[in-house]
């Protein structure tokens, strides 16, 4: 957070206190938090050669293990033949989400993953010390973006059973009502897996001035498997300045090609396409997305297996008599009751990817559900680093 290059660390610590109005411990993102995530990060990190890689049991970043449909293959093999084109037919990526969503293509932004478009939001909503609030933890990134903009996060942390806090969220925006730019929810959360409940999603958009955009990221929606969740497409539809972001990398297994997108009323869309490339999707994915969104099939056998590894797996580790969060998505967290950085380490010496540490949750460790066989490896490793009942 750039406040920090200019202000005394008392002054910025005092300053967030009264934003948060609250004598409860401030959460800001820092460069001290920067520094110990690309630390943590190290036990996910890539592998050095290809065939390192190619061995390793890779749990560390929630992508789908099972690999893209032959549908979704084909189309993309199909459109190599745009390879060396700018102006190639793209298959109607954009008309083709829109139709899937009953929007107007003028309702979606692409990415080059959903990453770009939550980075667009952080420069069009958040100029010049707006603020963003969201939970902690959550996928971070977009507090990262929001740091390269000047911008500051106020992070409300999670209940103690790991929910999303909401009437928190609401009364630090009301307080800061005037500096806040952008309202950052992750549904299902990053990395705890649990879902905001729809009440507590209609809570918020009636708690807070409307003026205020709210962006929900549903990366992990097709994973869902929950009466209490709901889509949040619906407060678009209304004209809420809502933005729904959802990416091809998980269930469509495309995470390597690059393709997201989000869907927000027209002028939404308009200020964020005013600050993205422009031409950072390739033809390929295009076509593969195209494939993707008609495959509903592949969506439901993925979703169905992930379920099964995943339910088997935590039932494992519960019988060990470890604590997990309940999930519904394509990951979980453990509580190893050690910290998750050294086991995680542990893990990869092992040969197996596992995430980084979530501060300030230290002692979880966040699991993405590999295949069947990749599960039983990692229950093996685990029996090892972390052996019998944790405490
Ligand atoms: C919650 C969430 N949002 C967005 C992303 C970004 O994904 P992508 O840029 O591949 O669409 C991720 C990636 O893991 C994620 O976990």
């Known amino acids: ?55 390793m049991v890779k749990l560390a970043l929630n992508e789908n293990p099972y690999g893209p449909s032959e549908a979704v293959m084909k189309a993309m093999t199909d459109a190599w033949k745009y390879a060396n084109r700018y102006g190639y037919p793209d298959g109607g990526i954009v008309e083709a989400i829109a139709g899937h969503h009953g929007v107007k293509p ?33 996928f971070e990134t977009v507090y990262r973006y ?53 009440d507590e999603i209609r809570l918020l958009l009636d708690g807070i001035p409307e003026e205020i955009p709210v962006l929900i990221d549903e990366a992990y929606h097709h994973f869902v498997d929950n ?36 869907i927000a009323p027209r002028e939404m869309i308009e200020q964020m396409r005013t600050v993205t490339y422009g031409s950072s999707i390739n033809a390929i994915v295009k ?12 969506d439901a056998k993925i979703k169905q297996l992930n379920k099964e590894v995943r339910e088997q797996t935590m039932a494992e580790l519960r019988a060990m008599g470890f604590e997990l969060i309940p999930s519904d998505a394509n ?10 950085t050294t086991v995680g380490e542990e893990f990869r010496k092992r040969g197996i990817l596992v995430g980084r540490k979530f501060p ?21 490793a685990f029996k090892e680093i972390v052996p019998g009942r944790a405490g």
């Open 146 to 198: 929001a740091t390269n903009s000047n911008a500051r996060a106020l992070m409300v942390p999670l209940r103690k059973d790991y929910t999303v806090d909401m009437q928190e969220i609401i009364r630090v925006t009301k307080l800061n009502a005037r500096d806040v730019g952008l309202i950052y929810i992750c549904n299902p959360n990053n990395p705890t897996g649990r879902v905001v409940p729809k």
């Open 331 to 340: 990951f979980f967290m453990v509580n190893v009751r050690r910290d998750a």
């Open 360 to 380: 300030p949750m230290d002692e979880w460790l966040r699991v993405s559900v590999g295949t069947a066989d990749d599960m039983r490896r990692f229950v093996a």
């Open 287 to 298: 076509h593969g997305g195209v494939a993707a969104l008609k495959d509903a099939d592949h």
């Open 227 to 262: 009466p209490n969740y709901e889509p949040s497409l619906k407060y678009v539809l209304e004209g809420r300045k809502v933005i729904v972001t959802r990416t091809f990398s998980k269930i469509a297994a495309l995470a390597g090609m690059r393709l997201g997108y989000g």
């Open 106 to 138: 003028g309702n979606v932004l692409l990415g080059a993953g959903s990453a770009e478009v939550l980075k667009a939001a952080d420069d069009a909503f958040l100029p010049d010390h707006r603020k963003v609030v969201g939970v902690q933890p959550t």
């Open 1 to 55: 957070m750039v406040l920090m290059g200019n202000t005394t660390r008392r002054d910025f610590v005092s300053g967030l206190a009264a934003a948060l109005g609250c004598g409860s411990l401030p959460l800001a993102w820092s460069a001290a938090q920067e520094r110990q995530q690309s630390r943590a990060t190290a036990a996910g990190a890539p592998a050095r050669t290809e065939a390192e890689y190619d061995r």
